[in-house]
Nanobody, 115 residues
Framework: QVQLVESGGGLVQSGGSLRLSCAAS????????MGWYRQAPGKQRELVAA???????NYADSVKGRFTISRDTAKNTVYLQMNSLKPEDTAVYYC?????????WGQGTQVTVSS
């Protein structure tokens, strides 16, 4: 089984920054690519960014140039650096495998951006 625990969310003003962390434990050898996803109220969960085992990345158009995904393999941790935050980035942020696995969803971390 895999456990993923997100942290680092909070309340920030528009234009501010946050760094999210995702700590992985369990049978993580099964996971190659990891992703950050988000779900805003009344909207479907969407992929924000993904990173492969070799370090390749891809981003949703809405966050390109503002967000950066990275991973520390030694710490089994994936990060999401979020800069120039906008009110529309307000959501619960989750990490999961990429593509996601239903059993891996955690509690997420709330990010709220005030205008």
């Amino acid at each position: 089984q895999v456990q993923l625990v997100e942290s680092g969310g909070g309340l920030v003003q528009s234009g501010g920054s946050l760094r999210l962390s995702c700590a992985a434990s369990g049978t993580i050898f099964r996971i190659n690519a990891m992703g950050w996803y988000r779900q805003a109220p009344g909207k479907q969960r969407e992929l924000v960014a993904a990173i492969t085992g070799s370090g390749g990345t891809n981003y949703a158009d809405s966050v390109k140039g503002r967000f950066t995904i990275s991973r520390d393999t030694a710490k089994n941790t994936v990060y999401l650096q979020m800069n120039s935050l906008k009110p529309e980035d307000t959501a619960v942020y989750y990490c999961n495998a990429y593509p996601y696995t239903i059993d891996y969803w955690g509690q997420g971390t709330q990010v709220t951006v005030s205008s």
